[in-house]
């Protein structure tokens, strides 16, 4: 069974300034895609970025961009220019692959970001 | 981009009444959905997975006669909580996804009130 580690409660930041969140999972799968998600208060779930395990490029999208270490078996989200929309719960997720169906998302328990003004 | 809508986004109800969750793809067809529960200030929890034309699959300790699911449609699936008990209390998400696609599509989320 997969498992997703996130160590970081809660974490806070100046506007402007750079943050990063920390997640690590375990998996016996050698094809496998990551993710990171944001929560704000209107819970609605929404995807910040996404990588394949089996692209070693880290994935950047646009402020955000990620470390994937596949050795170390970590995954951390760094936000650049935090912005105060920025404030939400953060979630790692975990989704093996699966080639001819879809697979569900092992999340890890969040970690709740607040941008200082 | 895909679009998955919940209803409804809040619902309260009485101990031992039953409930159901909507949770329609608006432009895409859903071969799987994915039942979620979310506790207070903690992470997502899958319940099951239901997939169109067949029995859901329920995630361990979850009871499957309390908590109904049908997926009747490739667009359609729905959460029946059944004879409901303050404990069932929180928040239901569902997501939804087709073959080949790793993106799930989440809905909005029903925050359910038993009292």
């Known amino acids: 069974a997969q498992t997703v580690t996130q160590s970081q409660p809660e974490m806070s930041v100046q506007e402007a300034e750079t943050v990063t969140l920390s997640c690590t999972y375990d998996?016996?799968?050698?094809?496998?895609?990551l993710f990171w998600y944001k929560q704000p208060p209107s819970r609605q779930m929404i995807l910040v970025i996404r990588q394949e395990a089996y692209k070693q490029q880290n994935a950047t999208e646009n402020r955000f961009s990620v470390n994937f270490q596949k050795a170390a078996k970590s995954f951390s989200l760094k936000i650049s220019d935090s912005q105060l929309g920025d404030t939400a719960m953060y979630f790692c997720a975990f989704m093996k692959h699966n080639q001819g169906g879809s697979e569900k998302l092992v999340f890890g328990k969040g970690t709740k970001l607040t941008v200082n003004p | 981009g895909a679009v998955v809508s919940q209803h409804p986004s809040r619902v309260i109800c009485k101990s031992g009444t039953s409930v159901k969750i909507e949770c329609r793809s608006l432009d895409f067809q859903a071969t799987t959905m994915f039942w979620y529960r979310q506790f207070p200030k903690q992470s997502l929890m899958l319940m099951a997975t239901?997939?169109?034309?067949?029995?859901?699959?329920?995630e361990q300790g979850v009871e499957k006669d309390k908590f109904l699911i049908n997926h009747a449609s490739l667009t359609l699936s729905t959460l029946t909580v059944t004879s409901a008990h303050p404990e069932d209390s929180s928040f239901y998400i569902c997501s939804a996804s087709f073959p080949g696609n790793t993106e799930a599509f989440f809905g909005q989320g029903t925050r359910l009130t038993v009292v």
């Open positions: 239901s997939n169109e034309g067949s029995k859901a699959t329920y």
């Open positions: 998996t016996s799968e050698s094809n496998y895609y």
